[in-house]
């Protein structure tokens, strides 16, 4: 394991700073819901090196809590601001036990979401998109579609039929299902907020959370938290 350390904040983790109630980081909560292990020691990516504490009895990493809290409270904070500077945030998560949780980050934050299909393109080819949307809302309930192609297109855009432009950060769940949008963002200079376990590189990521992505109860935690810190 690499041992260098790298200076990833400065100031140190003031809870009565955090934008939601103090409690929801107790140590016990993050040991619950999974979200400090990692992948096995031969499925690691060097670039997660600097998070990673240590090596459970099975052998699966573990992050460590100290910095990924930090990097945690440093991502909710930016996704806060850029909401009170009128700013949209675009929630992705397209992995199928993701879906609900990422439905209803996108409902209750009232938040452009992509859960089923990313298309390809769908954030460099905007004009494209943009006008797929509008054919979607204006015209799929009056033609005669099969249910398939009906659905194929509810699935691709009811989350985005609000999004008139691009958005101004992006939030993934899961990368290593998704990193065709880390690619997407980084094209057009998009800041990209990610849950990045240790099987990914996280120096493309903007505002990355090392955490397990794998879980599902994980993946709720995380939901609870930027649902509450939209709430503030």
Not at 184 to 209: C, F, G, Q, S
Request: proline fraction near 3%; hydrophobic fraction near 40%; include cysteine.
């Amino acid at each position: 394991m690499c041992s260098t350390k790298v200076d990833i904040s400065k100031e140190s983790l003031d809870s009565s700073k955090l934008p939601f109630n103090r409690k929801t980081f107790l140590a016990e909560q993050f040991l619950f819901y999974k979200t400090l292990v990692g992948n096995k020691l031969r499925f690691t990516n060097s670039q997660s090196y600097e998070y990673i504490f240590g090596r459970n009895f099975v052998g699966n990493n573990l992050f460590d809590l100290n910095k990924s809290l930090i990097l945690l409270k440093r991502a909710l904070k930016f996704i806060t601001q850029v909401r009170e500077n009128g700013g949209t945030v675009l929630f992705v998560g397209t992995r199928d036990d993701l879906r609900n949780v990422v439905q209803s980050i996108g409902i209750k934050t009232k938040s452009p979401y992509v859960n089923y299909r990313w298309l390809k393109g769908l954030l460099t080819n905007w004009e494209n998109t943009s006008n797929s949307i509008k054919f979607y809302d204006l015209f799929l309930k009056k033609l005669d579609m099969r249910n398939k192609q009906r659905n194929k297109m509810e699935n691709t855009f009811s989350g985005i039929r609000t999004m008139k432009e691009l958005p101004d950060a992006i939030f993934i769940m899961d990368l290593s299902t998704d990193y065709e949008v880390l690619r997407e963002a980084r094209a057009l200079n998009i800041p990209v907020v990610a849950i990045v376990d240790t099987n990914i590189p996280t120096r493309k990521v903007d505002y990355p959370i090392p955490a397990n992505s794998d879980s599902i109860l994980s993946i709720i935690f995380f939901a609870n938290l930027i649902i509450s810190s939209f709430k503030k």
